[in-house]
């Protein structure tokens, strides 16, 4: 049984919406967000309905994906005998396999259908928690095993593509960077909540022992939560099309490349960061990695993550009002300064000076994260009316797919920062026995990705319909 909705005539300069459909599977035909009245009247509740449950799953996806952040730290106490070396490779796996696992996951909500995909991906997450539960509860585990276990974490990076590639699909465009920097924001999230919860978790009731395996165990209930979520209320849009071909044109786009590496300069930088954040106190000052709640150690690792997530949503809406472009030049510039902040403190060795200005750092990595895939439909659409596409012809809605997938494409090369940076941070420890090195890499790596977004996208360019980006 199908329930047909006709909305009220519609703005002259909006494309007509004829219908809404609704099929069983919880199919809707017909979808139009750019339609005035149709979005006043039902379409906000549907496309807000799906959105709080996208960040639900998505929120767990994080979770699993940046768990062993946390793990790692905890291993030592539990029995486990780790080199740096091989703590950082626990670390930084996960986000290798999520950001590789990003490319088809972009494509999976088209074939799928947004809704299916959603229960699908979500309960894949429980195949990590529960080996990692069972994996951390002996310290003879094999080094390789827990490489392994780790990587299957990586599934929990795959879901933020699917998740951003569905929701752009819901949203008018005028609203895309608040929608998506909520959706990405609550993701984000996951990995504040995964380095607040497990210390006080594992350490519950254990007296002077860790029940480690409970980090995995912990978040089974949560999953089928959103399992169950996603199947009630999500849907499926069927003008949510794949499009391989215009996939493989948006690879050929400069445009593409570009944010791309824009994208590994602030979300790259963040997730980096945040997966490294507790061994970075916990290798530069032990005397306050840790704060004693009773018999719970908590780290103050999680505030990096935390503020970084909380700040995105904003940067989204900054750029909203005032441009990707301008709030992304910002960003980097208060990157740079707080890449070079470090290098000047770390040798006071003062941890509130540390810590104070990481947090800096997190909220600029924050703000950069949103700014700069708001910037990815506006460029898609300044493309569009650069060639003269009408509203609601072939071509524009061709673009408008073009950009869904170009913003799972970008967000998996982005998430190979998550890799990078870990991998510098022990490279540098590895040749120079400290990090200042790889601080002094990130301050110019900050700086020329400034200087690249002033050029390409702040000033305006024919090529762009000179609109501000």
Same mark, same amino acid.
């Given at each position: 049984m199908t329930t047909t909705v006709t909305p009220s005539t519609t703005d002259a300069a909006a494309p007509p919406l004829s219908s809404l459909t609704r099929r069983r599977g919880r199919w809707i035909d017909g979808w139009n967000a750019e339609d005035p009245a149709f979005w006043r009247t039902e379409g906000r509740a549907i496309a807000r309905r799906n959105l709080g449950w996208s960040i639900f799953a998505e929120f767990l996806g994080f979770i699993i994906w940046q768990l062993w952040s946390i793990v790692v730290v905890m291993l030592p106490a539990a029995g486990f005998d780790l080199t740096s070396s091989q703590s950082f490779w626990l670390i930084s796996l996960p986000s290798l396999v999520g950001a590789t696992l990003r490319f088809p996951y972009t494509f999976m909500v088209a074939i799928f259908g947004g809704r299916n995909w959603t229960i699908v991906s979500a309960g894949l997450l429980l195949i990590p928690a529960v080996l990692?539960?069972?994996?951390?509860?002996?310290?003879?585990?094999?080094?390789?095993?827990?490489?392994?276990?780790?990587?299957?974490?990586?599934?929990?990076?795959? /879901?933020?593509?699917?998740?951003?590639?569905?929701?752009?699909?819901?949203?008018?465009?005028?609203?895309? *960077?608040?929608?998506?920097?909520?959706?990405?924001?609550?993701?984000?999230?996951g990995t504040s909540v995964a380095q607040f919860a497990v210390p006080i978790v594992v350490t519950l009731g254990a007296g002077a022992t860790l029940n480690i395996s409970l980090a995995g165990w912990m978040w089974i209930p949560l999953i089928l939560v959103a399992m169950f979520g996603a199947w009630r209320y999500m849907d499926n849009l069927s003008s949510a099309k794949a499009d391989f071909a215009g996939s493989a044109a948006a690879l050929r786009e400069p445009h593409l490349w570009i944010m791309a590496m824009l994208y590994i300069g602030t979300f790259g930088s963040f997730i980096g960061f945040a997966s490294v954040f507790p061994k970075l106190i916990a290798d530069q000052f032990p005397e306050f990695?840790?704060?004693?709640?009773?018999?719970?150690?908590?780290?103050?690792?999680?505030? *990096?993550?935390?503020?970084?997530?909380? &700040?995105? %949503?904003?940067?989204?809406?900054? &750029?909203?009002?005032?441009?990707?472009?301008?709030?992304?030049?910002?960003?980097?510039?208060?990157?740079?300064? *707080? &890449?070079?902040?470090?290098?000047?403190?770390?040798?006071?060795?003062?941890?509130?000076?540390?810590?104070?200005?990481?947090?800096?750092?997190?909220?600029?990595?924050?703000?950069? /994260?949103?700014?700069?895939?708001?910037?990815?439909?506006?460029?898609?659409?300044?493309?569009?009316?650069?060639?003269?596409?009408? %509203?609601?012809?072939?071509?524009?809605?061709?673009?408008?797919?073009?950009?869904?997938?170009?913003?799972?494409?970008?967000?998996?090369?982005? &998430?190979?920062?998550?890799?990078?940076?870990?991998?510098?941070?022990?490279?540098?420890?590895?040749?120079?026995? *400290?990090?200042?090195?790889?601080?002094?890499?990130?301050?110019?790596?900050?700086?020329?990705?400034?200087?690249?977004?002033?050029?390409?996208?702040?000033? %305006?360019?024919?090529?762009?319909?000179?609109?501000?980006?």
């Amino acid at each position: 049984m199908t329930t047909t909705v006709t909305p009220s005539t519609t703005d002259a300069a909006a494309p007509p919406l004829s219908s809404l459909t609704r099929r069983r599977g919880r199919w809707i035909d017909g979808w139009n967000a750019e339609d005035p009245a149709f979005w006043r009247t039902e379409g906000r509740a549907i496309a807000r309905r799906n959105l709080g449950w996208s960040i639900f799953a998505e929120f767990l996806g994080f979770i699993i994906w940046q768990l062993w952040s946390i793990v790692v730290v905890m291993l030592p106490a539990a029995g486990f005998d780790l080199t740096s070396s091989q703590s950082f490779w626990l670390i930084s796996l996960p986000s290798l396999v999520g950001a590789t696992l990003r490319f088809p996951y972009t494509f999976m909500v088209a074939i799928f259908g947004g809704r299916n995909w959603t229960i699908v991906s979500a309960g894949l997450l429980l195949i990590p928690a529960v080996l990692l539960g069972v994996v951390v509860s002996n310290p003879d585990t094999p080094f390789g095993v827990l490489l392994l276990v780790a990587a299957l974490g990586g599934v929990g990076g795959g /879901n933020f593509a699917s998740s951003m590639a569905n929701i752009t699909y819901f949203f008018p465009q005028k609203e895309k *960077g608040w929608a998506l920097g909520l959706n990405a924001a609550g993701g984000n999230l996951g990995t504040s909540v995964a380095q607040f919860a497990v210390p006080i978790v594992v350490t519950l009731g254990a007296g002077a022992t860790l029940n480690i395996s409970l980090a995995g165990w912990m978040w089974i209930p949560l999953i089928l939560v959103a399992m169950f979520g996603a199947w009630r209320y999500m849907d499926n849009l069927s003008s949510a099309k794949a499009d391989f071909a215009g996939s493989a044109a948006a690879l050929r786009e400069p445009h593409l490349w570009i944010m791309a590496m824009l994208y590994i300069g602030t979300f790259g930088s963040f997730i980096g960061f945040a997966s490294v954040f507790p061994k970075l106190i916990a290798d530069q000052f032990p005397e306050f990695a840790t704060i004693q709640v009773g018999q719970a150690a908590v780290t103050l690792a999680f505030l *990096g993550a935390l503020v970084g997530s909380l &700040a995105r %949503p904003y940067g989204g809406r900054l &750029a909203d009002r005032f441009g990707g472009a301008r709030v992304t030049v910002c960003a980097f510039a208060v990157m740079a300064l *707080g &890449a070079l902040t470090l290098v000047w403190t770390l040798p006071l060795h003062s941890f509130p000076v540390f810590l104070g200005v990481f947090l800096v750092l997190f909220a600029a990595t924050g703000m950069g /994260n949103g700014s700069t895939y708001r910037m990815i439909p506006s460029i898609f659409a300044a493309r569009s009316v650069a060639s003269g596409d009408q %509203p609601g012809s072939v071509e524009a809605t061709r673009m408008l797919r073009k950009s869904a997938a170009a913003l799972g494409l970008i967000s998996a090369i982005g &998430a190979y920062g998550g890799f990078l940076v870990p991998q510098v941070l022990n490279a540098s420890q590895l040749a120079t026995g *400290g990090y200042t090195a790889a601080f002094v890499g990130f301050v110019g790596a900050y700086v020329a990705l400034l200087l690249l977004t002033l050029f390409v996208y702040v000033i %305006p360019r024919a090529s762009l319909a000179k609109q501000r980006i």
